[in-house]
Structures are given as structure tokens and as C-alpha cells.
């Protein structure tokens, strides 16, 4: 989509965060040379292994400053957007509601506009990111979930994400801005937030490997079922909404397409770890409200992209077990 004698510009919002860091290696290590750049607050965080990378640029910018934004567009006239910047934690997001929503509302007002205002509507592909967390309560006759399903929000993030969903779609009928949606299922890999369950329970568990907590893994609910797809699959169908199929104004599901138990993928943890550990529930890892079941259906995207998940979740587990042993000892060492 270069234009002629012009390299092509990738830019991507959230660059540093565990998805966006993931993006960002995938977008450096295709065979066409792109020029990435990378939308950040502070620091490289996630991205430190690739800072002397000529091809990556990061832009110290937050997205509610109008001018400076519209003016780096002007500059850059990317070719691809992928905005993934948004305050994505659900506990975070139960305790301080209004900052959830002002945040991920408004910063896809503000890219939107400044799209408008640089005048590349014609010209910039923009991968607007949801979430399946959308769906909500889903009922067991709805399973697997299709784009169809009703939003039934069970907190303030989900509520956020489909906001941030509708006012693409509005700007896609309004303005022709060229949004594609996603919705992508839980996901886990290297680099994830201990926020998550999945990567709290593989940080205890290398801690107490080393001795460093008691032989004690703490849990939520560990009856809930999730669908589970690897970061890495993840970011590769990112690339493809935009690049291969994916069509503006519509939605897509990104997921593995079956559900599994969180006692079994703690189990599958559990006999990877290097000792004995027991388990104990806690009370304060439980969600107020939560969706028994939740798996997805990823045919839609897959008739417009032929993406579907290639990593197994035993390898998933395994490298974000892996690191967090590397973690903590790069964090003893220091």
C-alpha cells in the first residue's frame, strides 16, 4: 500500500504493552521491510530488546494531544493503524470504573479524529481492537459465540470495548474511515501481566520453585471454562484484519474455538512446575460476576483471512512459565 518512492509506515497505538510488543516483533520480522512506530507514555517497557532496532520508532505521545497526533499522521501517513492502547485489566477496571471508560472511549475519539483531520481516510487502514470479554453472559445455548451474539457486559472493561467498538462503526458510516474490528477471546504468551490468571499462576509458581513464596498457589475459581489463544496467534491474525480479507465496518472473533477448564490449565502449569505445590483458594482473586462457560467461534474470520490459532496451549503455558523463571532471576540480579 506504499505509496510510490514511500516507505510504508506501520503505526501502532499501545506498543509497549504485552499485545502490542508481541505486534510489533511480528509487523519487524515479516519479509517486507516495513518502517514501524510505536505510540508510548513512558519508557520502552516490553520493547527493550529491541530498542537499537532501526526499523522500530517510538513516539513519547499520548493520544489526547490532538495537534501533536494529528501532525505525526501527517508526517507518517501510515498505511496501517492498529490501535491496541487501552487500560485492558478487569479488576482495575471493577474498582475505578470512570477511568476505564474515559480512557479506552476517548482515546479512539481522539485517533479517529485525528485520522479525519490528517486527511488520510482514503489512505490508513485502522484495526480498531475489542475484546470477546463483549459478550458478557453468554447462556450455554449460545456456545460456541458467533459475531451475532447479544453484548450482555458483566463489567465497566467490557462496557468500555463495545463503546470503542460502536463509535468505529459510526465513524466507518459517517466519515468512511476504514475500521476493522476485532474480538479477540483470552489470550496468554511471554510478557503477560500477572494481572491475569493464567500468567499470576505461572509467576507463584516460579517464585516458589526458588523458594522465594511458600509452596502455596493461589486461585480464584478455578471452575470457569475460557478460551485460550496464543499472543503470538493473536497479533498474526492483527496483521491479517488489515492486510489480508478483513473488511470495514465489520467484526471479528479471534479465538481457539474451545473452552478449557482453569483447574486443567493449572493442572497442565502445576506439572511443568519443579516441585510440589499445593493450591488454596482465595477469595479476593474471585470476580464479583462471572461467566461460567465462555468459548468462541472463529469461522467468520477464517472465510475472510484463512487465520486460525497454530500454537498449542501446553507450548503457551510452557513459555509464559519460562518467562517468569527468566523474570525473577533477571529481578535477583539487579
Request: hydrophobic content about 40%; some cysteine.
Amino acid at each position: 500500500m506504499a505509496e510510490q518512492g514511500v516507505a510504508d509506515n506501520i503505526l501502532v497505538t499501545g506498543s509497549t504493552g504485552f499485545v502490542g510488543s508481541h505486534l510489533v516483533e511480528y509487523i519487524l520480522n515479516l519479509p517486507e521491510k516495513y518502517q514501524v512506530h510505536g505510540l508510548i507514555r513512558s519508557g520502552y517497557a516490553n520493547l527493550r530488546h529491541l530498542q537499537n532496532e532501526p526499523r522500530l520508532t517510538l513516539h513519547q505521545l499520548d493520544l489526547s494531544q490532538q495537534k501533536p497526533l494529528t501532525y505525526l499522521l501527517e508526517e507518517l501517513r501510515p498505511s496501517y493503524i492498529f490501535h491496541l492502547a487501552a487500560r485492558s485489566f478487569v479488576g482495575a477496571a471493577i474498582k475505578n470504573p470512570i477511568e476505564t471508560l474515559n480512557n479506552n472511549i476517548n482515546s479512539a475519539l481522539y485517533l479517529f479524529e485525528a485520522v479525519r483531520a490528517a486527511k488520510l481516510i482514503e489512505r490508513t487502514r485502522i484495526l480498531n481492537v475489542g475484546s470477546g470479554d463483549q459478550y458478557g453472559f453468554v447462556s450455554p445455548e449460545e456456545l460456541p459465540v458467533r459475531e451475532n451474539t447479544p453484548f450482555r457486559p458483566g463489567n465497566p472493561y467490557a462496557v468500555s470495548k463495545i463503546a470503542q467498538e460502536m463509535l468505529g462503526y459510526q465513524y466507518f458510516r459517517s466519515y468512511g474511515l476504514q475500521i476493522v474490528a476485532t474480538r479477540a477471546f483470552n489470550h496468554l504468551g511471554p510478557r503477560q501481566s500477572d494481572n491475569l490468571a493464567t500468567s499470576t499462576f505461572a509467576r507463584q509458581i516460579a517464585l516458589a520453585e526458588i523458594g522465594q513464596t511458600e509452596p502455596i498457589i493461589r486461585v480464584g475459581n478455578l471452575e470457569a471454562r475460557r478460551d485460550y489463544t496464543d499472543v503470538r496467534d493473536i497479533v498474526r491474525g492483527y496483521w491479517l484484519a488489515l492486510d489480508s480479507g478483513g473488511v470495514a465496518g465489520e467484526a471479528y472473533n479471534l479465538c481457539s474455538g474451545q473452552s478449557e477448564r482453569m483447574a486443567d490449565v493449572l493442572g497442565m502449569l502445576l506439572e511443568m512446575a519443579g516441585t510440589n505445590l499445593a493450591v488454596a483458594f482465595d477469595p479476593s482473586r474471585a470476580r464479583p460476576s462471572d461467566v461460567p462457560d465462555v468459548c468462541g467461534d472463529y469461522s467468520k474470520f477464517y472465510k475472510a483471512t484463512n487465520w486460525q490459532p497454530e500454537i498449542k496451549l501446553a507450548q503457551s503455558l510452557q513459555d509464559l512459565l519460562d518467562f517468569w523463571r527468566e523474570q525473577i532471576r533477571l529481578d535477583a540480579i539487579k
